[in-house]
C-alpha cells in the first residue's frame, strides 16, 4: 500500500479500455453469484474466488492448499491464489462488452459532455445511442452532411439511392467511430478564431465548447474513453451477499445491476455469432446499454429499474451520493472503537475539568489498559486470564482502574455539534450508577440540560492524541466563546440565584455598623449569629493588605456587606476589593466614598448611604472575563469552582423558596381589559361602516391588545418588592423575565395563529387566575406553533453551519505576515439612529494598519502594526476617534488562507493566533452556532403603506450569504453626481428619479410603493440607495468594487444577528465574505490561455497575468464576481471537498473530464484520504517532530509534547534556514 502520507496531491481522469482490464483480475463471463447447494461461489460467476481471491483467509476454494505457508501459491486444482480474505475487497473484474456502451455521466449530464466534443445537440446524440436514428459518419460524395440524423425509412432510401458511397450507423459505436475522428487541436483552434467575431448565443456556445476541448487536450484523456469497450465490476465485499435467519438472502442491488449486463451481454454475443437479423441485435445492443446505465445511475434516464416492491435499485451513483454516501458516512466520519454513550446527569462536587464516568462503562473503555497493568503487576498470569478477572468483576480490579484513568483524559461530545466546545476533554472520576456526571458550569458550551439529554464518550489511545486532547481540549482551556471571546462558563440559575442573595444589602439588619479588624473576626460573629450576610459593617483595609486600596486609605475603614465580604474571598489575594457590580471596581480599587472619614460616625454614614447592589449574573460573567485576562487559564478555572461552591452553597442555607403567593397581584386590570374591548368594539364598528378595510380593522386590534398587554406588564413592574423570591429570581437573572411574570400574574395576550399570524382574541386571564377553556385551546396553537418553528429552525440552522463549514475549510493560518500594505477602514456600523456594533467592537483583537491620532491634539495614541486588546480599544474610542485603518481578512494577500497579522487575535485564547489555526472552520460554526437562536420569520409591517417587508433573522442571514436576490430590492445610483428630479409618472405608476453625473445622467424608473431614499439636490456616490430596501451583492460589486461588497455583506449580517441580541466578532464573517469574492470571470484573455468566460481563482489570475507581462504580452481582463457560499463550494479547486459536499456526480464527471488534480490543501480532503489534516500540529512546518521521550527510569510517565520543546525546535531549524541562506 502508499503510505497515505507521502503523497502531495491526487488526481482522477477518465480510464482507457486499457486501463480497467489493466485493474482487472479476471472477466466475470456469468450472472450466477453462489451456489445454492454448497454457498460456494460458482466460477466465473460474480463473486468467483479464481477473479477475486479466496473467501477464507489463507486456503483456496477446493482445500487443498490451507495454511499461511502457501501465501501467493495460485492452487493447480481450483486455480484460487491463497492469500488474505480481505483482497476481496480490493480486486476488481471487469466484463467485455458484445458492443460499445456510452457512459450516461458523460451523455446525460448537463452540459452534456459528448454533445459538446461532436457539437450534437442532446436529443439527437440520445436518439443515435439509443437506436432511434442513424448518423452519418462518413458522407463520402453524396449530398449527406456529415453527422446528419436519418431515420430508419430516410436510411434505406439513401442506401437503395448511394450504396456504399457513404457510411451511416446507429448507437454507442457510431458514437466511439465520431469521437475518435475528432481533431481536438484543430477544432480548439478554430473555436478560438470564431471567438473573435461571434457573438450572442454563438459565442456562449463556442466558449462552451472551448472550455471541454482544452479539458481534453490539457489532460491526456481521450474523447473516445467516454464510450466503454468494458466495464470494471467493483469487489464482491463492496456489494456482498448475506445469508439472512431464514436461509434467504440479501444482497446489493448492484449484484442485480451486474447481473443484467451480464445477461444481456451474453445474449447479444449468442445474437451475433448466430447472424441474427439487424433488427433483433439493435433491439439487444439497446436493452445492454440501458442495463449498463442503469448500473451507472439507475434513474438518470427513464423509469428506473426496480427490485421487489417496486424499490429502485441503488445504482454505483446512489452509492457515492447525499449523506448515506461513501463520501459522507464512510470517508468523512467513521465509526469509532473506544467510545460510548450515556444520559448526563450533574455533579456539583467535580473539579471544573473533571466528569464522571459509570465503574462500568469506565471498565470497559479501558479494558486492555486494565488488562495489561493486572499482567504487568502479576496479578493475572497471562492477557486471558486478566480478561476472565475483569468478565468477572474481581475486586481487585477496581484499584487498577483506578490508576489507569489518571492522568488519561476522555473527551465528551454531546450532539447536535454546532461549535468546537461540543467536544471538550476532561479527566475521568470514577462514579457509581451508569450515568456520566457533567460539571454544571460546562453545560452552556454544550447547550446540555439534566432532563435526559445523551453524551458520547471517548478515549483518545496514542500518547499524541492524549497530549492533544490535554493541551488543547481540556474543559479548563475553554472559557471564552470562539465567536466573541466572552466567557462561555457563565454561572447560571442556582449559582447566580446563591451570589446575588449573597451580596444583597438590607437596612438594620442585626450588627449593622459593626467594625471588624479583619475578615477572620467578621466569620467569627456570623458564626455565633451576632451578623447577617446581608448586614452593613465596617472593614479595616489593612487586614487585606495585598489589595490594591485608593491612595491614602491603605488603613482606612470602609463600608460593605459580611456577604460581600464572603464573595471577594474567592478572587484571587491580588486582586481589587470588589464593592460595587460595576466595570469600573473590576479594574479600580473601591470608590473613596465607601471610606469614613476621621471622627465620622458608621451609623449616620450608613443611614444617610444608599443601600449597595447585589451582583447579578451580567456582573458574574464580566468578573470572569476580567479574571481570565489578568490571571489566564489555571486562575480562572478554580476561581469558577470556588463560585460554584459559594454559589450552592448560599443557594442552599439562605432557604429561598417560591410559592404560588409570592406572585403579586394587580387590582386593576379588569379595568385596563374592559377599556381595551371598548376601543376594540369602535374599530369593530368602523369596518362594518366600510371606513377601514379588514386588514386595517384587523392590524388595529392587534395592537389595542398589545398596548393593553403593556399596560399590564409595566403596572406589575411597579410593584418592586426586592424580598419577593420571584423578584430575586428575576432580578438576578437567574431565570425567566419580566414577560414570564406578565403571564403569571398579568394577562398572556395574543397569540400566535398556525398560519404565521396573531388571533385577534386575546387571552386576558392569566397563570395565577387560570385559564378559561377557550383560552387553553388557544393558548395549545401558540405552543405548537412555538415547537415547530423550533425544529424548522433548527434544520435550516444546520444546513447554513454545514454549507458555511464546506466553502470555509481550507481557510487556514498559513504565514506569519502577508506584508500587505492594505486596511480595512472600519467605523460603528448603525442603523438609523440605532447602534448595531459599536466601535470598540470592531477594534478588539485587531491589528492596526496604519498609526491612530488623537483628532483634538494629534498624538500618536497607537502606532502601525499593533495588537489592539481592550485597554487600547478603550484609549482610542474616548479620544475621540471615529474610524480606524485596521489589517483585514478581506485584504490579505495569503494565498489559500490567511496570515497571522491580518487575523489578529484568537478569541478563544486571547493571545495572538497560531500558524495552522483553522480560522476557516472556527468562522462557520461561530457564525452557524448562533443561527438557531435567529428568528425565522419575515416581519411584515401590517400594511402601513411605503415600508417594504424586510427580510431579517436566518431567512436574512441566508439571502446575504447565498448571494440571492433579496426581497425588497434598493435600486442603486450607478453614478456620482447629484439628484436633479424626482418626476412621477401616473400612466405607468412610477417616479422616476434622475442623477446627473460628472459625464453622463442616468433615470431611474422605481416603483410607486418603494419609499425614495433620496430627495432632489442631494449628492449621491454611485452604489448608494436611492430607494430603501436591502441592496443586491451582485449589482454592487458590479457598481463599485470587491471591497465594497466585502464590507457591505459585513455589515448587513452584523445587523441581522446584533438585531437579535447574538455577538459575533466580525473577522468571522470576513472570513466567509471573502470566500465569496475569491473568483474573478475573464472577459478578455489578452495574449494568455486563458478562456474567455472562465472563472478562476483570484491568486491564479494575477500570477498568470505576471507571467505574460514579464515576457511583455498582454495580460488578460477579468471582472470580480460575487458566489454564493454553495456555489462557492462548488467551485473549489478541491474536486474531493466539493463531490463530498454537494451534486456528487456532477462534480466527478466534470473533474474527471479535466483530469483535475487535488493539491489537497484544506481539511475535508484530507480527511477523505486519511491523510493527517494540515491544520495545527498537522502543518508541514511541525510534521516532522517526534514526541519527547525524556523519562525518569522509575516513573514511566506518558511522553508528552512539551510547547516549548516545539518553539526550540521550530527556532532551530529557522536557525538552519538563516544559516544555509547565508552560506
Excluded at 492452487?75 to 467485455?96: L, P, Q, Y
Excluded at 450515556?342 to 459509570?358: A, E
Aim: aromatic share 6%; net charge negative; hydrophobic share 35%.
Amino acid at each position: 500500500m502508499i503510505d497515505v502520507n507521502k503523497f502531495e496531491s491526487m488526481q482522477i481522469g477518465l480510464a482507457s479500455p486499457n486501463k480497467i482490464r489493466s485493474w482487472s483480475y479476471g472477466e466475470v463471463k456469468k450472472p450466477e453469484t453462489i451456489n445454492y447447494r454448497t454457498l460456494k461461489p460458482e466460477k466465473d460467476g460474480l463473486f468467483d474466488e479464481r477473479i477475486f481471491g479466496p473467501t477464507k483467509d489463507w486456503s483456496c476454494a477446493c482445500g487443498k492448499y490451507k495454511g499461511i505457508r502457501y501465501r501467493g501459491i495460485v492452487c493447480d486444482r481450483c486455480g484460487v491464489e491463497v492469500t488474505s480474505a480481505k483482497v476481496r475487497r480490493e480486486r476488481m473484474g471487469h466484463i467485455e462488452l458484445a458492443a460499445p456502451v456510452s457512459h450516461i455521466w458523460y451523455f446525460k449530464g448537463i452540459p452534456s459532455r459528448m454533445g459538446l466534443v461532436l457539437d450534437i445537440s442532446p436529443r439527437a446524440l440520445e436518439e443515435v445511442i439509443y437506436f432511434a436514428a442513424y448518423i452519418v459518419i462518413d458522407a463520402g460524395d453524396t449530398d449527406l452532411e456529415d453527422k446528419q440524423l436519418l431515420t430508419e425509412a430516410e436510411y434505406r432510401e439513401k442506401k437503395a439511392k448511394f450504396g456504399n458511397r457513404f457510411e451511416a450507423k446507429m448507437g454507442a459505436e457510431a458514437v466511439k467511430e465520431l469521437l475518435e475522428q475528432v481533431d481536438i487541436d484543430k477544432e480548439v483552434h478554430d473555436l478560438k478564431e470564431e471567438l473573435k467575431t461571434a457573438t450572442g448565443q454563438k459565442r456562449t456556445r463556442a466558449i462552451r465548447r472551448l472550455d471541454i476541448l482544452d479539458a481534453f487536450k490539457n489532460s491526456g484523456n481521450k474523447p473516445s474513453w467516454m464510450v466503454m469497450d468494458c466495464i470494471p465490476v467493483i469487489p464482491p465485499d463492496l456489494r456482498p451477499m448475506v445469508q439472512l435467519d431464514g436461509g434467504r438472502f440479501a444482497t446489493s442491488d448492484l449484484n442485480d445491476l451486474y447481473r443484467r449486463v451480464i445477461n444481456r451481454n451474453n445474449r447479444l454475443k449468442r445474437l451475433l455469432d448466430l447472424n441474427a437479423p439487424r433488427i433483433i441485435v439493435q433491439n439487444e445492443k439497446r436493452m445492454l446499454q440501458e442495463a449498463v446505465d442503469a448500473l451507472i445511475d439507475n434513474g438518470r434516464r427513464g423509469r428506473p429499474v426496480v427490485g421487489p416492491g417496486n424499490r429502485p435499485l441503488k445504482s454505483l451513483s446512489h452509492m457515492l451520493k447525499g449523506k448515506q454516501g461513501r463520501f459522507r458516512q464512510n470517508l468523512l466520519g467513521k465509526r469509532v472503537d473506544y467510545s460510548g454513550r450515556s444520559v448526563i446527569d450533574i455533579s456539583p462536587k467535580l473539579k471544573f475539568y473533571q466528569c464522571g464516568v459509570p465503574r462500568p462503562m469506565a471498565l470497559e473503555l479501558f479494558k486492555p489498559f486494565v488488562m495489561h497493568e493486572l499482567v504487568k503487576r502479576g496479578l493475572a498470569s497471562n492477557i486471558k486470564n486478566a480478561k476472565r478477572k475483569i468478565d468477572r468483576e474481581d475486586d481487585d480490579i477496581w484499584d487498577i482502574l483506578e490508576d489507569v484513568i489518571k492522568e488519561r483524559p476522555v473527551l465528551l461530545n454531546r450532539a447536535p455539534t454546532l461549535h468546537r466546545l461540543g467536544i471538550q476533554a476532561f479527566e475521568p472520576v470514577l462514579v457509581p450508577g451508569k450515568s456520566i456526571r457533567l460539571h454544571p458550569l460546562a453545560c452552556e458550551a454544550y447547550n446540555a440540560d439534566f432532563d435526559g439529554d445523551q453524551m458520547a464518550i471517548h478515549v483518545p489511545l496514542s500518547d499524541e492524541a492524549v497530549a492533544e486532547s490535554r493541551l488543547l481540549m481540556l474543559a479548563a482551556h475553554h472559557i471564552l466563546a470562539p465567536k466573541d471571546g466572552k466567557p462561555i462558563v457563565t454561572p447560571s440559575q442556582d449559582i447566580v440565584l446563591g451570589n446575588y442573595w449573597l451580596t444583597q444589602a438590607e437596612r438594620g439588619r442585626e450588627g449593622e455598623g459593626m467594625i471588624f479588624d479583619s475578615p477572620a473576626e467578621a466569620a467569627i460573629a456570623y458564626a455565633n449569629g451576632d451578623i447577617h450576610y446581608h448586614t452593613r459593617i465596617g472593614l479595616a483595609a489593612d487586614s487585606m493588605p495585598e489589595k490594591p486600596w485608593p491612595k491614602g486609605y491603605e488603613h482606612g475603614i470602609f463600608v460593605t456587606t459580611y456577604g460581600k465580604l464572603v464573595f471577594n474571598q474567592i478572587f484571587p489575594k491580588d486582586f481589587f476589593y470588589i464593592n460595587d457590580p460595576t466595570q469600573e471596581n473590576l479594574t479600580h480599587p473601591v470608590d473613596e466614598r465607601y471610606f469614613l472619614q476621621p471622627g465620622e460616625d458608621i451609623h449616620e454614614k450608613l443611614d444617610n448611604m444608599k443601600l449597595g447592589k447585589a451582583f447579578k449574573k451580567g456582573f458574574l460573567s464580566d468578573s470572569i472575563a476580567q479574571i481570565y485576562k489578568d490571571y489566564k487559564v489555571q486562575r480562572t478555572s478554580d476561581f469558577l469552582d470556588d463560585l460554584k461552591e459559594l454559589g450552592y452553597t448560599v443557594c442552599t442555607t439562605s432557604g429561598l423558596t417560591i410559592g404560588v403567593e409570592d406572585i403579586p397581584t394587580i387590582t386593576d386590570k379588569d379595568d385596563i381589559v374592559a377599556e381595551a374591548r371598548k376601543k376594540v368594539d369602535v374599530v369593530s364598528k368602523q369596518y362594518r361602516r366600510g371606513l377601514i378595510t379588514d386588514e386595517e380593522r384587523h392590524d388595529r386590534v392587534i395592537s389595542i391588545w398589545n398596548n393593553c398587554k403593556d399596560i399590564v406588564q409595566n403596572e406589575i413592574a411597579q410593584i418592586h418588592a426586592p424580598r419577593n423570591p420571584i423578584t430575586i429570581m428575576a432580578d438576578s437573572g437567574a431565570r425567566g423575565n419580566i414577560s414570564n411574570f406578565t403571564q403569571l400574574a398579568g394577562m398572556r395576550g395574543l397569540m400566535a395563529a398556525p398560519n404565521g399570524g396573531m388571533m385577534e382574541i386575546p387571552v386576558t386571564s392569566n397563570f395565577r387566575e387560570g385559564l378559561s377553556v377557550l383560552e387553553m385551546f388557544m393558548s395549545t396553537h401558540g405552543a405548537r406553533k412555538g415547537m415547530t418553528d423550533t425544529a424548522l429552525k433548527t434544520a435550516n440552522s444546520g444546513y447554513l453551519t454545514r454549507r458555511l463549514v464546506d466553502v470555509a475549510q481550507d481557510v487556514i493560518i498559513r504565514e506569519e505576515d502577508c506584508g500587505t500594505d492594505r486596511g480595512l477602514t472600519v467605523h460603528a456600523i448603525t442603523e438609523g439612529d440605532e447602534m448595531i456594533e459599536p466601535l470598540f467592537d470592531r477594534l478588539v483583537g485587531r491589528y492596526t494598519s496604519k498609526s491612530v491620532y488623537d483628532p483634538e491634539t494629534h498624538e500618536v495614541i497607537c502606532p502601525a502594526d499593533v495588537l489592539m486588546d481592550e485597554d487600547m480599544a478603550h484609549k482610542i474610542v474616548d479620544a475621540g476617534v471615529t474610524e480606524v485603518t485596521i489589517r483585514s481578512v478581506f485584504t490579505c494577500n495569503t494565498q489559500h488562507g490567511v496570515c497571522k497579522k491580518c487575523y489578529g487575535m484568537n478569541l478563544a485564547t486571547g493571545d495572538d493566533v497560531e500558524v495552522g489555526e483553522a480560522v476557516g472552520t472556527v468562522a462557520a460554526q461561530s457564525i452557524g452556532e448562533p443561527g438557531t437562536q435567529l428568528t425565522m420569520r419575515n416581519f411584515h409591517n401590517g400594511g402601513v403603506a411605503g415600508a417594504a417587508d424586510i427580510t431579517q433573522g436566518l431567512p436574512r442571514v441566508q439571502e446575504l450569504f447565498e448571494a440571492r436576490n433579496p426581497k425588497g430590492r434598493a435600486t442603486i445610483s450607478e453614478v456620482t453626481g447629484e439628484i436633479t428630479s424626482i418626476e412621477e409618472d401616473p400612466a405607468e405608476h412610477t417616479r422616476q428619479i434622475t442623477v446627473k453625473g460628472q459625464t453622463d445622467t442616468r433615470t431611474y424608473d422605481v416603483p410607486y410603493t418603494a419609499s425614495v431614499a433620496v430627495a432632489e439636490g442631494d449628492h449621491v456616490v454611485r452604489g448608494d440607495k436611492l430607494t430603501l430596501g436591502s441592496i443586491d451583492p451582485k449589482e454592487l460589486i458590479r457598481v463599485r468594487d470587491a471591497l465594497t461588497t466585502e464590507k457591505y455583506i459585513l455589515s448587513e449580517i452584523q445587523k441581522a444577528y446584533r438585531m437579535q441580541g447574538v455577538e459575533i466578532a466580525d473577522k468571522h464573517v470576513e472570513v466567509m465574505a471573502r470566500q465569496m469574492l475569491q473568483k474573478v470571470r475573464i472577459l478578455d484573455p489578452g495574449e494568455t490561455d486563458i478562456l474567455p468566460g472562465e472563472l478562476m481563482d483570484i491568486g491564479e489570475f494575477k500570477a498568470r497575468n505576471r507571467e505574460v507581462i514579464i515576457s511583455g504580452g498582454i495580460p488578460a481582463t477579468a471582472q470580480s464576481v460575487i458566489l454564493g457560499i454553495t456555489k462557492a463550494a462548488l467551485e473549489t479547486n478541491s474536486f474531493l471537498s466539493a463531490a463530498s459536499f454537494q451534486e456528487t456526480t456532477r462534480v466527478l464527471t466534470d473533474a474527471s473530464i479535466r483530469g483535475k488534480n487535488d493539491p489537497l490543501l484544506g481539511l475535508k480532503e484530507n480527511v477523505i484520504i486519511g491523510k493527517i489534516i494540515p491544520a495545527g500540529t498537522g502543518m508541514p512546518v511541525y510534521r516532522e517532530m517526534e514526541p519527547k521521550v525524556d523519562v525518569p527510569e522509575d516513573e514511566k510517565k506518558k511522553s508528552v509534547y512539551s510547547i516549548a520543546d516545539i518553539e526550540k525546535k521550530l527556532a532551530a531549524a529557522d536557525a538552519e534556514k538563516d544559516k544555509g541562506s547565508a552560506d
